[in-house]
Nanobody, 126 residues
């Protein structure tokens, strides 16, 4: 079992930056893919970014490409999302997730992930 806890959300102005963190516990997830998803009330969960277990591969939604950077520290069982040039449309609850092997690539589908955190809220004001 994997327990995930996100942190770093908050209220930020249009154009600002935030860094989200995801801490995993329960077991090592060094061979798993980790992902960030976001959800707005009334809408489906949306893929934002993901990173492979060796950090050799990353994936981004077109809506965040060039503004968000995903990274992970395997030794700390942690993942991060650096969000720059934030826009009001980035407002959402951001959740981290773990996808255990075997998996299909690219890891864009929320339904394929095995473990989820509770999420951290990001509000970007205009």
């Amino acid at each position: 079992q994997v327990h995930l806890v996100e942190s770093g959300g908050g209220l930020i102005q249009d154009g600002g930056s935030l860094r989200l963190s995801c801490a995993a516990s329960g077991r090592t997830i060094s061979r798993s893919i980790m992902g960030w998803f976001r959800q707005v009330p009334g809408k489906e969960r949306e893929f934002a970014a993901a990173i492979s277990w060796r950090s050799s591969s990353t994936w981004y939604a077109d809506s965040v490409k060039g503004r968000f950077t995903v990274s992970r520290d395997t030794a700390k069982n942690a993942m991060y999302l650096q969000m720059n040039s934030l826009k009001p449309e980035d407002t959402a609850v951001y959740s981290c997730a773990v996808l255990d092997p075997p998996y299909r690539l690219p890891p864009l589908e929320a339904d394929s992930y095995d473990y989820w955190g509770q999420g951290t809220r990001v509000i970007v004001s205009s």
